[in-house]
């Protein structure tokens, strides 16, 4: 399983950026897919995610200015960003995990979010 992240990029706070990871397969061999981001010094954290079934979860903090999504034809989720804060500043890094037949978690390359005040 391979997982491809882009979209990063320096941005000044209130812009926006789009992450998309394009996955080898199709994304519906996975049970959860999403975005987890590590700032520096600081442990890495969920961001979103997307469960099969098209249920969806966000952390606290990015809710109302986040959004990911999923397209089953291209093999690829995106992470829409608006309002951007310089606490959004981190590595993000696309996550998928299959639960059967043991739990596996695949990671992209993680690409640079710099959010600049």
């Known amino acids: 399983v391979q997982l491809q992240a882009s979209g990063g990029g320096l941005v000044q706070a209130g812009g926006s950026l789009r992450l998309s990871c394009a996955a080898s397969?199709?994304?519906?061999?996975?049970?959860?897919m999403g975005w987890y981001r590590q700032a520096a010094g600081k442990q890495r954290e969920l961001v979103a995610r997307?469960?099969?079934?098209?249920?969806?979860n966000y952390v606290g903090s990015v809710k109302g200015r986040f959004t990911i999504s999923g397209d089953n034809a291209k093999n690829t989720i995106s992470l829409q960003m608006n309002s951007l804060k310089p606490e959004d500043t981190a590595v993000y890094y696309c996550?998928?995990?299959?639960?059967?037949?043991?739990?596996?978690?695949?990671w992209g390359q993680g690409t640079e979010v710099t959010v600049s005040s």
């Open positions: 997307i469960i099969r079934g098209d249920s969806v």
């Open positions: 996550n998928a995990r299959r639960y059967y037949p043991t739990v596996n978690d695949y």
């Open positions: 397969g199709s994304i519906f061999s996975f049970n959860v």
